[in-house]
């Protein structure tokens, strides 16, 4: 690098070179002012700074990238989260209609079974009194709540099975003097 006295070529101002930079502005007008040929200091410290803003650049874009796939992922599971929540609500919704309606069916269902029941028991009646007593038991037999709407309907109409054979058994033998029909036995636990 050749050594010059250097002044401003826009206002003849004396230059001041810092740090052996190749590239300065004057310090009374800003005019930009580039020698010719390049320092090695000039030449590293260039090298350096253009170093150091693609390494800060790249830790921004790294940066914002992950601020991104951070975004992401949180919208990813906002969305997931907003759809488990409408799943859920629709459910419940569903549920809260279906329970009633069903409720409303199966009640529906054993009172028109029992109804059926209650009108065989009338007929039964009606065969005690002319006497059909094999035709009466035979219909006693099919006394049986199967709707399963609940427990105590089921062991009202066990109950009423019951009384119904032991009354056409003793129909039975205050006509004939003896019956050929057993009473029914007690179910044990429920399971025989």
């Given at each position: 690098m050749r050594l010059?006295?250097?002044?401003?070529?826009?206002?003849n101002g004396i230059l001041e070179v810092e740090n052996n930079l190749?590239?300065?502005y004057c310090?009374?007008?800003?005019?930009?002012?580039?020698?010719?040929?390049?320092?090695d200091a000039a030449y590293r410290a260039r090298t350096?700074?253009?170093g150091m803003a693609h390494d800060e650049r790249m830790a921004r874009e790294q940066h914002q990238h992950a601020e991104r796939m951070e975004d992401k992922n949180n919208k990813i599971v906002g969305k997931i989260l907003i759809g488990l929540g409408i799943f859920f609500l629709i459910f419940f919704v569903i549920l809260a209609i279906l329970i009633?309606?069903?409720?409303?069916?199966?009640?529906?269902?054993?009172?028109?079974?029992?109804?059926q029941l209650q009108s065989l028991v009338e007929e039964i009646q009606v065969d005690i009194e002319k006497g059909n007593f094999d035709i009466a038991f035979a219909?006693?037999?099919?006394?049986?709540?199967t709707e399963g709407y609940n427990?105590?309907?089921?062991?009202?109409?066990?109950?009423?099975?019951?009384?119904?054979?032991?009354?056409?058994?003793?129909?039975?033998k205050e006509e004939t003097g003896k019956s050929k029909h057993k009473p029914e036995k007690d179910k044990l636990f429920g399971l025989f």
């Open positions: 010059h006295s250097l002044t401003c070529p826009n206002c190749d590239t300065f310090k009374y007008c800003g005019h930009k002012i580039i020698l010719e040929g390049q320092s350096e700074i253009a009633p309606i069903t409720e409303k069916a199966e009640k529906e269902s054993s009172d028109k079974q029992e109804k219909k006693a037999e099919t006394i049986d709540y427990d105590e309907i089921d062991e009202k109409w066990d109950n009423i099975r019951k009384s119904v054979k032991d009354q056409i058994i003793e129909a039975e």
